[in-house]
């Protein structure tokens, strides 16, 4: 079982900024990529940003580049997405996600819901 619990989602203006959070274990946060995926209504999940187990190398979409950013505390055992200057087509369900690898996601949290006002 690998423990992904998401949270920090709410409702913020156009502009606006909100961090969401993403909780594991110990063991996979050692062993895993992490990563952040959204789905809105009514269209196919899309990557949003992935981080390597080390930290060194991100990834993220160009709908989000210079936006967004991921991180994670492996301290902590946990990931994070700032996310900054919001859109209403930010607005969706994000889901944290951990995988062998930055294309080979492999388990997903509950998502946590972004609601983005214009």
């Known amino acids: 079982q690998v423990p992904l619990v998401e949270s920090g989602g709410g409702l913020v203006q156009a502009g606006g900024s909100l961090r969401l959070s993403c909780a594991t274990s110990?063991?996979?946060?050692?062993?895993?990529?992490m990563g952040w995926f959204r789905q809105a209504p009514g269209k196919e999940r899309e990557f949003v940003g992935g981080i390597t187990r080390s930290g060194i190398t991100r990834y993220y979409a160009e709908s989000v580049k210079g936006r967004f950013t991921i991180s994670r505390d492996n301290a902590k055992n946990m990931v994070y997405l700032q996310m900054n200057s919001l859109k209403p087509d930010d607005m969706a369900l994000y889901y944290c996600?951990?995988?062998?690898?930055?294309?080979?996601?492999?388990?997903w949290g509950q998502g946590t819901q972004v609601t983005v006002s214009s």
């Open positions: 996600t951990a995988g062998a690898g930055l294309n080979e996601w492999r388990y």
């Open positions: 110990e063991r996979t946060i050692n062993t895993y990529a």
